[in-house]
Structure formats: structure tokens, C-alpha cells
């Protein structure tokens, strides 16, 4: 197989059927701060489709940051925090045609840290921004872009210190329009009035009289942040689920989605609990999953939580098997799936080679890297592989030894391998995944024979390559 062969086979910027690509619509982008201003290059229209961005600092403790285009930029929310929307001429400075500007603001660029930005394009059948006036009549409508009744709805009033009140279609199997939680709290699921006990529709959505939600007066307005479901959809069409589950306290279990996600944001609903996101841009250590909390200003978190992405949804391990997975437990998501939707067109969106030198990154690719190995040219030393799935280890390609702890790789937008000095008598070579050409696909074996495993290629693997990873093996 050729690169030539795999790349070129699909439309540029479509999946097959013509739909939107989930990378059009969807972007999360890790930057390092530098106290000045940055132009952050994620792919999306923002000014001329619009949509929203979410900034949170991944170092310090910084609240985070919420900007639209229905508001305009420089004008932030904070979901862990009740306050009404500031002016912020620092921070998100601009939306533009290929992503957004941010300026000197701390809290979106304080140097030498590291921030997350997940950017949000308005399309119908996966996100909608909506404003409106209150005006206090209960079973007031309001009129949505979305296309589809919305799933997840984030409603913030802007003038007044207030709840971040959310809706969920999982709040409950029969009247979720009965209940709503609030994003910048852990309270379980509460009895509301703040949907006027009517479930949205594809066009509108209805809104009770509370202060939260449509206070009488002209001074307060709202903005709500609409979020799809596409279970009814074709699979490979598929972008945004929003769902809930009942945790069984299996170590080992899937949540099916039927795709791997790329991010995804759980939250309990039978008690107090946190509002987590995760992301796979994020890199994994050994183990642990990076985490943010949307009702927290704290740091990003890597203890205790690991749910890893595989071909059709996430897997909960024995640590967050008991976060996210306790038995009897109920729980609600958002996911998004992974950029896994359309063929390439150009070689060199996928595959790159580069000597060690001037990072970090180490290894220059110009796209994210997924899979990876290196190795002195002058054939001393191994081939040491590794891979975003499998986070912070290593394996060696011509020894038969288990993986071992390795250096940060992976957390980077253009390349991999956290190292700052230079030798080019290593060479790199990277890989992107991509439909129709590469994927990486990490199990857990069960001795079974005929075991099926699925991956996200889309087309038949003319390739594989297997190796077990936790002892020594061919």
C-alpha cells in the first residue's frame, strides 16, 4: 500500500454523502501563552459562519472563558461563576474566517502557560447560538436555527448575577422538560419550571418566567448555547450525541456510541457531582486522562480518571469505573465524534518526516500527530514508536519487550516529543489518522478466538500491525 493509493480517493473538506465534516464545525486547539497576542488557526469560520469558543488555562487556576458571536468578541461568560457577561478588550479579540484572536488577558493567554480552546460552529443538526430580551411570560417561544429539537440547552442571563441553567433530553426518559441542572454547580437533577414543562422543538424552544431564564425587564437578556443529538441519523453522518446511561460498576465496560468520540462532557444527575470534560487533543499520561470541570476554575486535573476512546465509544477502566461508571448511578453526556469522517487529499496533511530538533515539539509535522516513531540514522539505538491512544509510553519496534514510561508526546497542534535540544541524526517519521488511510486502535485482550475489533478505518486494513503491550511479545 502506498500513500499515493489511500490519499485522494474522497472530495476535499467532504465524508462521503456530501455532509459537513465534524473537523468544519468542531475544533480543539491547545496553545501556549505568550502575554501578547496570538491568532489561534484551528480551520473554523467563525466570522462568516459564527458560532462559540471556550477558553480555559490548563495550568493555573483561571475561570473559563465563554465568547460568541452573537455577543461579539471581547464580551466573556464564566461558567464557574454566576456573574453577568464583563467587556473584556484583552481576551478574544476577534473571530475570524480560519478561527480567532486573543490578546494579553491572562486567563486566555498568560505566557508559558498552557490553555484549551474547543470552538463551536454554528450548523444546523449540531450547534445553534440564540439572544433574546426577557420579557417574564411564562410559555414564552423562542426561535432556533438548529434544525432539530436541541438536546442540550446552556442559557445564561447576562445582566444579572445568575445560575447557568442547563436542559438535557437524558435529564429523564419521560418528561426531561421537567428538570433542568445548573452548569456552574454540581447539583444533581432538580424539578424546574424553567422550560414551562414543554419539550423543544426543531424550531423553538419554550422558556419559563424565572430570573434565570426570562426576567421582565429590558435590561436583562439572554443567550442560550444549542447543542444536537444525531442518533436519528445516518452512522456515518453522525457528529453529536447527547445521551444518558445508568452506570452498572462493570470495570471494562463501553459506552456505545457507535463511533469514537473526540470530546465529550459527563455529569452525574441522581447526586452532587462535577460537570467533566474531556478531550483527546489533551494528551493521556500513563493511565490518567487530563480533565477539566466546567463548574470549577481549578487547574486541569490527571488523578483517578481514565476513559480512553475506542472505535465505537469510551471505556471505563478501574479508576473511572467508579467516577462514571458506579452501579446504579444515572448520568448524562454531550460527544463529539472524532475527526475520522473524511478522506484526505494531500499526502502531506497526514505523513511527515523530520530530524530531532528545536522544540519542543521535537519533530515538526504541521498537523496533529497520532502515531509516531524515531530513530538514529546511523542505525544505532531501537525504533522507538509511539502513539496519542496509548499517552506516555513507548514501544520499541524491533525488540519483543512490554512498553515502557516515556516523555510527553503528543501535546501539540504541528508535531510531537516534548524536548528542546537538537540532533539531526534522528529521524521522525509521523502519521495522522485518517478515513480511507491510517488508524490506531488500542484493546484490551479476552482470549476469546474469533474476536471482532473494531476501528474507524472505513475501508478494509490492507496493513496491520500488532503488538502486545503489557509484557514482552512478538
Known sequence: MTIERKVGMGIAGQPSGGATDVAEVFSTYLYTGNDTTQNIVNGIDLSGEGGMVWIKSRDGAYSHYLFDTERGATKKLETNDTAAETTRPNALTSFNSNGFSVGSEADVNLDNTDHVSWTFR????????????????????????????????????????????VYHSGADATSPEDYEFYLNATNARLSSGAWNNTAPTSTV???????????????????????????SEDAEDQMIKCGSYTGNGT????????????????????????????????????????????????????????????????????????????????????????????????????????????????????????????????????????????????LKLNTTDAEATGADAFDYQNGFYNHSSTDSSVQGWMWKRAKGYMDVVAYTGNATTGRTVAHSLSVIPEMIWVKRRSDSSR
Not at 219 to 226: D, E, K, S
Not at 251 to 264: K, S
Not at 268 to 273: L, Y
Open 205 to 231: 424552544f419554550t422558556v419559563g418566567s424565572g430570573n434565570e431564564i426570562n426576567r421582565a425587564s429590558s435590561l436583562n437578556t439572554y443567550v442560550a448555547y444549542l447543542f444536537a443529538d444525531n442518533s
Open 251 to 394: 470495570v471494562g465496560r463501553t459506552l456505545d456510541l457507535g463511533w469514537e468520540p473526540q470530546w465529550i462532557l459527563l455529569k452525574r444527575t441522581d447526586q452532587a457531582d462535577s460537570w467533566f470534560i474531556f478531550d483527546t487533543s489533551r494528551e493521556q499520561t500513563t493511565d490518567l486522562s487530563e480533565y477539566l470541570r466546567a463548574d470549577l476554575a481549578d487547574a486541569a486535573g490527571r488523578a483517578y480518571y481514565y476513559i480512553p476512546p475506542n472505535a465505537t465509544g469510551i471505556t471505563f477502566n478501574a479508576t473511572s469505573g467508579g467516577a462514571f461508571n458506579t452501579n446504579g448511578a444515572e448520568y448524562i453526556y454531550a460527544a463529539i465524534r472524532a475527526p475520522m469522517m473524511i478522506e484526505p487529499t494531500v499526502a502531506t496533511d497526514v505523513f511527515a518526516m523530520d530530524t530531532f530538533g528545536g522544540g519542543p515539539p521535537a519533530f515538526t509535522s504541521g498537523f496533529p500527530v497520532d502515531f509516531a516513531f524515531q530513530k538514529w540514522k546511523d542505525g544505532t539505538g531501537n525504533w522507538s514508536a509511539q502513539a496519542r491512544l496509548t499517552g506516555r509510553r513507548y
Open 122 to 165: 454554528k450548523k444546523e443538526k449540531f450547534f445553534d447560538v440564540v439572544t433574546w430580551t426577557g420579557n417574564g411570560v411564562a410559555g414564552r417561544e423562542i426561535s432556533h436555527g438548529l434544525g432539530v429539537a436541541p438536546a442540550m440547552m446552556i442559557v445564561k442571563n447576562l445582566e444579572l448575577g445568575s445560575e447557568w441553567t
